[in-house]
């Protein structure tokens, strides 16, 4: 019997224009490959519907909270409905920034220093108290929600009276918030396929960092790749990255994040396990400069979750 995809797309979180774009180009390309495949938006209709409708796999193409933290997973896991990407305790932990970062940081992987800041904190101390403990990282500092993708939330903080108000805005998306030490340097992305460590990008902005803007409005962002890095750098990425990814326990696809300093020197910045799938996302971008295209791409990430399951 030929299985019936449902690709997931859509959702209530803040990234849901993101996951439609994500979620259309996947569908078109497995029609195009003969797959009996049909759109599902988890804002309009109840997720359990899955099972009534005879779905025998979901493609995953929500991104954010309800889709990668974990949530979807497990109702998933429920239906006995096999999925794309990472499994429940992976997503969970992969969306929320600080756990990452204490489990990278347990298995001595390089990450930036961080203050941890939850909304009780407000209420039991002021403002004063939550600058001076930011006081503990050198300026410039970046205050981000902690669980938030595509750059949602995020403000670049030069000096000590911005950040009462950066701090409130990373509040508006999240009850945690972490206040990270800012590098300046220069920003890579790397894709993850099965086992399989992709061709790093070098992300290129006029902005003062990869923010939303970059990502999603301006065309002036420049994806180089091959990224420019020496044969010793990219094998260093390489080795780095792939030990990100297995710490935190993902599966399928991803992208992970990293910059380097001027002193030649790595750092993690975040992890993706749902990672944008549209021509112009940098997945297929990476895996296009090795000769998979972008319909080869998604049949790729499906078979897995076939595989893993059969």
């Known amino acids: 019997m030929k299985k019936k995809v449902a690709v997931l797309l859509g959702g209530n979180s803040t990234e849901r224009k993101i996951s439609i774009a994500s979620g259309y180009a996947i569908l078109q390309s497995l029609i195009r490959s003969g797959i009996n495949a049909y759109p599902f938006d988890t804002r309009d209709f109840p997720i359990m519907q899955l099972k009534q409708q005879q779905f025998n796999i979901a493609y995953i193409a929500l991104h954010g909270k309800g889709g990668e933290d974990g949530s979807i997973q497990g109702i998933l896991e429920y239906l006995n409905i096999p999925y794309t990407g990472s499994g ?131 065309s002036s962002t420049k994806y180089l790749c091959p990224s420019g890095l020496n044969l010793k750098q990219e094998k260093k990425l390489k080795k780095i990255v792939k030990k990100a990814w297995s710490t935190l326990g993902c599966n399928g696809c991803g992208r992970i994040d990293v910059i380097l300093d001027n002193n030649n020197k790595f750092w993690l910045l975040e992890i993706n396990t749902i990672p944008g799938m549209t021509h112009r996302s940098l997945l297929p971008i990476s895996a296009n400069t090795i000769g998979i295209s972008f319909d080869e791409l998604v049949l790729k990430i499906l078979n897995k979750t076939i595989i893993l399951n059969s």
């Open 88 to 218: 429940i305790m992976a997503s969970s932990i992969s969306l929320d920034k600080k756990k990452t970062k204490l489990l990278w940081k347990s298995v001595g992987l390089p990450v930036l220093p961080d203050i941890y800041i939850e909304k009780k904190d407000l209420l039991k101390n002021s403002d004063a108290f939550l600058i001076k403990k930011s006081d503990k990282l050198e300026y410039p500092l970046l205050v981000k929600p902690n669980n938030q993708g595509s750059s949602i939330g995020i403000t670049l903080v030069y000096f000590k009276d911005q950040l009462k108000n950066a701090i409130e805005i990373a509040f508006n998306y999240s009850n945690n918030i972490l206040v990270e030490k800012f590098v300046k340097g220069k920003e890579y992305t790397v894709s993850i396929l099965g086992e399989e460590i992709l061709p790093s990008i070098q992300i290129i902005t006029k902005n003062n960092f990869y923010d939303y803007s970059s990502k999603y409005e301006l």
